[in-house]
């Protein structure tokens, strides 16, 4: 073997022990990565963004594999348990869904009832009542006889679970006539008996209202007061 070849033997051997040496470092990254990751968990994301109190869907739903460690006791690992299911906030996409996130829809629990019923889109709505809201219903009546119209707090505290898109309407007036204008169509949860009130209400009201409610009042007032023109006092001499 001459010195060439010799050479040439010796960086064939070096390369050699290059690769293995290059081999065994990739192999102990990867050991010292997964030593400090732990193990790969599958876990429930967003897959787009979802509003508050909107039923979640499969194709609102990924799955996302993730190091166990880094994964809280809380995390959602099948997706069929939130299936159906409304978040109490609104969550963006990428967002890990956790136990606690999502509740049951409210007008589905024992007890509740879902009534749609249809409100004046300038009057009743503005633009301002979105799913999750809480509004008190105003009930405004013309009057019969010797009694003068009045407006009635007809539910308090109703949570707003859909707003619909307007629509053309036409109403009786306080003379008999018919005007037409745009109306919004408003899904609630309410307990039965204040269900039962609200259709009430729609049926034989000249106008359902709605007051649009701060997050955290839960004030409340005498169910069924009445604000007649007979009650009013005046602020003050003309």
Not at 39 to 55: H, K, W
Not at 78 to 100: Q, Y
Not at 114 to 123: C, R
Not at 149 to 161: E, N, Y
């Amino acid at each position: 073997m001459n010195p060439r070849q010799r050479r040439g033997l010796l960086l064939l051997i070096l390369s050699a022990v290059g690769a293995i040496a290059v081999f065994f470092s990739v192999l102990s990254f990867i050991a010292d990565v997964n030593a400090r990751a732990g193990n790969f968990i599958t876990v429930v994301s967003l897959a787009r963004d979802v509003e508050a109190y909107q039923p979640v869907t499969a194709e609102d739903l990924e799955l996302r594999e993730v190091p166990e460690r880094w994964a809280s006791e809380q995390s959602i690992r099948d997706a069929r348990d939130i299936v159906g299911l409304v978040p109490l906030n609104d969550m963006g996409a990428g967002t890990f869904a956790s136990e606690g996130m999502f509740i049951d829809r409210p007008g589905i629990e024992p007890g509740n009832r879902e009534i749609a019923i249809m409100v004046d889109a300038e009057t009743g709505v503005a633009g301002k009542v979105n799913s999750g809201d809480r509004v008190d219903i105003i009930a405004t009546f013309p009057g019969e006889e010797e009694e003068p119209p009045s407006s009635q707090l007809w539910a308090q505290g109703a949570l707003v679970i859909d707003v619909g898109l307007p629509e053309e309407i036409t109403e009786e007036d306080g003379r008999g006539g018919f005007t037409t204008g745009q109306g919004v169509p408003i899904t609630f949860a309410l307990p039965t008996e204040e269900a039962l009130r609200v259709a009430y209400g729609e049926s034989f009201s000249v106008k359902l209202r709605l007051a649009l409610r701060a997050r955290n009042d839960d004030s409340t007032l005498d169910e069924g007061q009445i604000f007649a023109p007979a009650n009013l006092t005046p602020t003050g001499d003309n």
